[in-house]
């Protein structure tokens, strides 16, 4: 008597593998799509072509007391808007704060411009704090426009809660607030080593 053959299961059906991009890739192309929709203006920042929807750059931050920081900026349009002390963010982004004493801050961006196809000569603010948990809490705000490739800000007194006169942190609303102070700032599109070179610079003074 032959030996009965064991019936066979149907093969499984295979999953389609999403391609070379992967899932991950497919993510970002919508959020980038979504953000491109909403906020044309990410793509002409800065007086040039911004394709990645970022901008980053770096400048002098000259304060009336004669604290002199240097700032680097990295910010882009949010895929979707926030609101954020009562007003509806459009931005968001990092910075590094770069001390006269040379300590460097990483600090988190979130701000607004009123644009729509082109961001040069459009006001804009934002607001920089220090990250969640990280103390000494700073927090500032800067108001200002990109006038071709440069981006020209101010902080209409508000480093003055969170910084001594000769620009080393004291922690937000904390110690005396240095009366009539003023900050300006001209940044300019770098990438980030440059900065860096500048605030290591700086440190290795001290």
Avoid at 12 to 18: E, V, W
Avoid at 19 to 33: E, K, P
Avoid at 175 to 184: F, H, I, Y
Wanted: aromatic share 10%.
């Amino acid at each position: 008597m032959g030996s009965m053959a064991m019936p066979t299961s149907p093969p499984g059906r295979t999953r389609r593998s999403p391609g070379c991009l992967g899932y991950g890739g497919i993510l970002f192309i919508v959020i980038l799509l979504v953000a491109v929709v909403g906020h044309p203006w990410g793509l002409h920042m800065g007086g040039r072509w911004t394709p990645a929807m970022i901008w980053h750059g770096f400048g002098r931050l000259h304060a009336s007391s004669g604290a002199n920081y240097t700032l680097w900026l990295n910010i882009g349009p949010m895929a979707m808007s926030s609101r954020r002390s009562g007003r509806r963010d459009n931005f968001q982004g990092t910075a590094v704060l770069c001390t006269p004493q040379g300590q460097a801050i990483t600090l988190d961006v979130f701000g607004k411009v009123n644009a729509w196809l082109n961001a040069d000569r459009q006001p804009l603010t934002m607001r920089i704090a220090t990250q969640r948990n990280v103390k000494p809490v700073l927090s500032f705000r800067l108001a200002g426009q990109w006038n071709g490739q440069e981006l020209f800000l101010e902080d209409q007194g508000s480093m003055a809660d969170s910084f001594r006169a000769d620009g080393t942190p004291k922690g937000f609303a904390q110690g005396l607030r240095a009366p009539a102070e003023n900050a300006q700032a001209s940044l300019h599109y770098a990438q980030k080593a440059e900065f860096e070179a500048v605030c290591g610079a700086a440190q290795s003074s001290f």
